[in-house]
């Protein structure tokens, strides 16, 4: 846990958006590969188990492997920034009681800015600040 996770909660967030709507796109388009005929090679049912060739229907292999390696990627970074997410979000969890734990959870999870803290809870912009610079320090 460091104070760089805390600067990237915001942005992972709407970067965790954006890769799902990128993901489901690439689904679309998976589905949508045109399919092509091929063959392949298997065993005859009965003994002695001779090699065969069968016609099949598949998807068109280049373009659905393409598209297969960006959904790859696509879950790898979605899994990390869910793990950097969950991170930030468990350690304010386990932030004692009180207005340290109110401030940081409305800053970060609730995506309020510092103004519109200071003002929910009557302090001045620099005092939720400071706080949250004191909160973040030991890190």
Same mark, same amino acid.
């Given at each position: ?33 045109? *399919?092509? $005929?091929?063959?392949? #090679?298997?065993? $005859? ?6 090699? *065969?060739?069968? #016609? ?8 659905? #492997? ?12 979605? *899994? ?14 386990c932030l004692p009681e009180g207005i340290e734990k109110?401030?940081? *959870? ?34």
């Amino acid at each position: 846990m460091d104070r760089e996770l805390f600067n990237r909660y915001k942005p992972n967030k709407r970067e965790l958006d954006l890769i799902a709507d990128q993901i489901g796109r690439l689904e679309d388009r998976l589905e949508n590969v045109p *399919e092509v $005929s091929g063959k392949v #090679t298997k065993s $005859s049912d009965d003994f002695p188990y001779i090699e *065969e060739h069968v #016609t099949v229907r598949m998807k068109e292999p280049k373009e659905a #492997t393409a598209i297969k390696e960006k959904l790859c990627e696509k879950e790898k970074r979605q *899994e990390k920034l869910s793990q950097e997410i969950t991170e930030v979000e468990q350690f304010i969890d386990c932030l004692p009681e009180g207005i340290e734990k109110q401030i940081m *959870e409305m800053v970060y999870l609730e995506g309020k800015n510092q103004t519109a803290v200071a003002e929910a809870i009557g302090y001045t912009q620099a005092r939720v600040s400071q706080i949250i610079r004191d909160v973040l320090k030991d890190l």
